[in-house]
């Protein structure tokens, strides 16, 4: 398994301004996924971060929004642009790890823009 | 989209077995099955996964079918702090989460 720590735990922000929210895992790994969940919804995938490569954005996500970087094997950040009510969630991160392409979780950041 | 269909909710009385079923029709030959719950508040936490076999761990058993469209999870002893939604996933590498199973174990 992995500990994923994430800061912070909760924010709120008001309009307009960025957040950039950390993931550090105990343990080098390859692949980091960053989600998005949003009130009373589930997860959607936002990006996929290897070290050594840009960030991998799915449909509806974009890097100036949320830039990501990846500069070690144990740590990522997710920035949260410009940010307006619609950006009211929680940010999780995931490392993958062992051969079965299993995913460990943080506990998230929850996110308030006021 | 997800491309796992689960009940909305389930409920299930503390002490005996929550079994939640999932369906995967259209699940590829290397894809795996996995299962994640998410308590209230927190991250999704790894259950279990499986690709032809059933398997058991220490917090659950899968069982898929012979003809690999469906699974069952199940919690043998289900206890109060089970209480959770329960994702059911179908995938290789990536994960697709649909809307899960919201499981209520009462006393």
């Known amino acids: 398994s992995a500990v994923i720590s994430q800061k912070p735990s909760r924010d709120i922000c008001q309009r307009g301004t960025s957040l950039t929210i950390q993931c550090q895992v105990d343990?080098?790994?390859?692949?980091m996924f960053w989600y998005r969940q949003q009130p009373g919804q589930s997860l959607t995938l936002i990006a996929t971060?290897?070290?050594?490569?840009?960030?991998?954005?799915e449909s509806g996500f974009v890097i100036d929004k949320f830039p990501i970087s990846r500069p070690n094997l144990t740590f990522s950040t997710l920035t949260v642009s410009n940010m307006s009510p619609e950006d009211s969630s929680i940010y999780l991160c995931?490392?993958?790890?062992?051969?079965?392409?299993?995913?460990?979780f943080g506990a998230g950041t929850r996110l308030s823009v006021l | 989209d997800a491309k796992t269909t689960q009940p909305p909710s389930m409920d299930c009385a503390e002490g005996r077995a929550a079994n939640l079923p999932c369906n995967h029709s259209?699940?590829?030959?290397?894809?795996?099955v996995y299962w994640y719950r998410q308590i209230h508040s927190q991250g999704p936490q790894y259950i279990i996964h499986?690709?032809?076999n059933n398997e058991t761990n220490e917090m659950a058993s899968l069982i898929i079918t012979e003809d690999r469209k469906s699974s069952t999870l199940i919690l043998p002893h289900a206890t109060l702090r089970d209480t959770a939604v329960y994702y059911c996933?179908?995938?290789?590498?990536?994960?697709?989460f649909g809307k899960g199973t919201m499981l209520l174990v009462s006393p």
């Open positions: 995931s490392v993958e790890k062992g051969s079965k392409n299993i995913q460990y």
């Open positions: 343990s080098q790994v390859t692949m």
């Open positions: 971060a290897n070290q050594g490569s840009e960030a991998t954005y």
């Open positions: 259209t699940i590829s030959g290397n894809e795996y």
């Open positions: 499986g690709l032809k």
């Open positions: 996933i179908s995938g290789y590498s990536t994960l697709t």
